[in-house]
């Protein structure tokens, strides 16, 4: 018997507004993430990939379609999903420490002073942060913060992981490291993880499959497998002559002109 997937998401849409200035968003968007697996999500500037994730974690309704997580209706944000944004800076609390950051989100789960204290110290070993427990946000780097709010998501132990372009912000290098960072921690904790980028390169290296957007009205062009070999190296991997041809298939996709992206969707 074939059990359901982690992440299940079926003809959905999203239009904004109504009338002469409705604007659909999200016209067909249909994909499945299986329990374990990282699906990285790459489209477009402005193909609705924020209003995807939104919907994907119950903070916003759409207006078609359904997306079941563990095999659930999601029908408002479900436990055991967690979301790294973009925008670190704005969602560490400054006031409170690092742990005092990570430990926040623990006290809906009401598991005791010992596993929280536990949970805290594992997760900020596990981003490289152990010896920055006390700072504050305003004391550390972009990409150390960034790591802080992975560590808050790790340390909930969720069933999923959305992250939101989380490193569009972040320096070249930092960003390398950040990248091997998501694939470290999804191996250490067997983490199901929906990745969503603009970045071609991003999203290759980082995937067991690539889900490609068309630009509005945003529909799933395709599902790209990518069988590159684990562990991934920077460098090594991105000189492997599957990763340069991956990386060109998601390229051409993403770059058609917009007519013939939307009048001639792709599927697998
Ligand atoms: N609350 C809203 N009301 C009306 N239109 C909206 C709203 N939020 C987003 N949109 C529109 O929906 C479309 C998709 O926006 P969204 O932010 O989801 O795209 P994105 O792919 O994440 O963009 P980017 O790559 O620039 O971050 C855009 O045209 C945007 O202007």
Redesign the pocket.
């Known amino acids: 018997m074939r059990t359901a997937p982690m992440l299940d998401v079926s003809s959905l849409t999203h239009t904004?507004?109504g009338g002469t200035t409705a604007?659909t968003?999200l016209a067909d968007i249909t994909f499945s993430v299986a329990e374990g697996e990282l699906v990285s999500v790459v489209?477009p500037?402005?193909?609705?990939?924020?209003?995807l994730l939104r919907i994907l974690s119950g903070l916003q309704r759409p207006t078609g379609g359904e997306v079941s997580f563990q095999g659930r209706p999601v029908t408002g944000v479900p436990e055991g999903l967690a979301m790294v944004f973009q925008d670190y800076a704005r969602s560490l609390y400054p006031w409170q420490t690092v742990a005092g950051n990570v430990r926040f989100p623990l006290r809906h789960l009401r598991l005791g002073r010992a596993e929280t204290d536990r949970r805290v110290h594992e997760s900020l070993s596990a981003v490289g942060l152990e010896g920055h427990a006390g700072k504050y946000p305003s004391q550390l780097s972009g990409g150390m913060q960034q790591r802080v709010a992975i560590a808050r998501a790790l340390a909930y132990q969720p069933g999923v992981l959305l992250m939101d372009?989380p490193f569009a912000s972040i320096d070249a290098q930092t960003r390398e490291d950040l990248e091997d960072l998501v694939l470290h921690v999804r191996e250490r904790y067997a983490m199901t993880i929906v990745f969503v980028t603009?970045d071609i390169d991003e999203s290759v290296y980082l995937a067991d499959r690539v889900v490609v957007l068309s630009g509005?009205p945003t529909r799933v062009m395709t599902t790209i497998d990518v069988p590159l070999p684990h562990p991934r190296d920077q460098i090594e991997t991105k000189e492997l002559r599957e990763f340069v041809a991956l990386r060109g298939e998601v390229a051409r996709l993403i770059r058609r002109p917009s007519t013939e992206r939307t009048a001639e969707p792709i599927s697998r």
Do not use: L, M
């Not at 500037?45 to 209003?51: A, D, I, P, Q, W």
């Open positions: 904004y507004g604007h968003a489209g500037s402005g193909c609705g990939k924020t209003t372009e603009h509005p």
